[in-house]
């Protein structure tokens, strides 16, 4: 078997440094819960509005968004039958898809009968999917700017679960946010 590399992950202080410097653009929410709760990418992109309890402070992830050769952008069921679950948000999750809330609505209003209803938290100008790569090429573009040590997208969820732990968060209530079958992985 081939050696795994190590994982590479961005301390406390770049995921704030990331965060601040994403403030103010559009996906910035998208960056928040990549970094709160570890979801997957292609679970952060296929997030319904429907998907989130504000009043409780959950989400359940429900579905992913991927590309498919031949097909295109589909919506799948989660990787496995534990990726389907209930994330608690922090407050900072929280303010910032309020915020995303308010920016969306503005874009909504801006397309006018151009939007395309998906009720996806995370879209396009006029309502549609994100694409994963593109988004891919988004985030890298950000984090070469700031000047962050180069990580792929899906590092923030390994980034995410270290600062939990460093925090003292229990591994296992780590591992059930993750979406992972056990605390081994």
């Keep these: 078997r081939a050696p795994r590399p190590e994982l590479t992950v961005w301390s406390p202080e770049e995921a704030d440094t990331f965060l601040i410097a994403t403030r103010e653009l559009p996906f910035h929410a998208l960056y928040v819960l990549a970094l709160t709760t570890g979801m997957r990418q292609g679970e952060l992109l296929g997030l319904r509005w429907s998907d989130i309890d504000v009043k409780a402070g959950t989400l359940g992830v429900r579905r992913a968004l991927q590309w498919q050769r031949g097909i295109g952008l589909v919506f799948t069921e989660p990787k496995t039958a534990r990726s389907r679950r209930k994330i608690h948000l922090s407050q900072t999750?929280?303010?910032?898809?309020?915020?995303?809330?308010d920016r969306q609505a503005w874009a909504r209003n801006a397309a006018g009968a151009?939007?395309?209803?998906?009720?996806?938290?995370?879209?396009?100008?006029?309502?549609?999917?994100?694409?994963?790569?593109?988004?891919?090429?988004?985030?890298?573009?950000?984090?070469?700017?700031?000047?962050?040590?180069?990580?792929?997208?899906?590092?923030?969820?390994?980034?995410?679960?270290?600062?939990?732990?460093?925090?003292?968060?229990?591994?296992?209530?780590?591992?059930?946010?993750?979406?992972?079958s056990t605390i081994t992985l």
Aim: proline share 4%.
């Design 93 to 101: 999750a929280l303010v910032a898809l309020r915020a995303h809330q």
């Design 114 to 180: 151009g939007w395309n209803d998906t009720g996806l938290v995370f879209c396009d100008a006029i309502g549609d999917p994100l694409s994963p790569t593109n988004e891919t090429k988004r985030f890298q573009r950000v984090t070469a700017k700031v000047q962050l040590p180069v990580i792929r997208f899906h590092d923030l969820r390994h980034t995410a679960a270290t600062i939990l732990l460093s925090k003292g968060v229990h591994v296992k209530l780590v591992s059930e946010m993750l979406g992972h």
